[in-house]
């Protein structure tokens, strides 16, 4: 939760960074990985393939917009996957807690009525099963209930760069087609 959460706020200060950076340049023609050394931002890995796509593509001085489209939808495909990667253990620890502490709960009131002998159920018989039993699903949902909300807050904040991202995407798509049909 802590590494995503730090990479989230370090993806999004380097795109705004980055962002600004490009929406400077005079023409998207003027653009140069050069310009920007040791930084590397999803902004300007997209940026980067979709100049380097223009470039290849250029014919007559047209750009083939559709070769620049595609390289950067593999960008943001390949983003999109960084951006979720590991979130499924979240996703499988809030799954999977409750069931944990609700499996817990059911050994330990079996455990409870296994001890029991044919004198009958007493207090003295049933009380450290069921003490077992009520402490694990109270461990079990100490564990869920942060992750829930942890888990439901990452998932937004993921989701709203990726929607930056593919808005960027697309600005940068039709300034390129803008700029080099000019």
């Known amino acids: 939760m802590f590494n995503k959460n730090s990479e989230l706020k370090r993806i999004r200060r380097a795109n705004a960074r980055d962002e600004k950076k490009i929406n400077e340049l005079p023409n998207m023609v003027d653009y140069d990985d050069a310009n920007f050394p040791g930084q590397s931002s999803p902004y300007l890995r997209v940026c980067s393939r979709a100049m380097a796509a223009a470039r290849a593509s250029s014919k007559d001085g047209r750009v083939r917009m559709n070769y620049v489209e595609n390289a950067i939808r593999r960008a943001i495909t390949e983003y999109e996957d960084r951006y979720e990667e590991k979130m499924y253990w979240l996703a499988t620890i809030v799954s999977g807690a409750p069931f944990l502490g609700l499996l817990g709960t059911v ?17 003295e018989h049933l009380a450290p099963g069921v003490s077992g039993a009520l402490l694990t699903t109270v461990t079990a949902l100490c564990v869920a209930i ?18 930056k991202l593919e808005n960027f995407a697309s600005n940068l798509a039709d300034r390129i087609e803008l700029e080099t049909s000019a």
């Open 146 to 163: 942060p992750i829930v909300f942890a888990y439901n807050n990452l998932s937004a904040r993921t989701r709203g760069e990726m929607t």
């Open 107 to 123: 050994w330990g009131v079996m455990d409870a009525f296994g001890t029991m002998d044919s004198g009958g159920a007493t207090i």
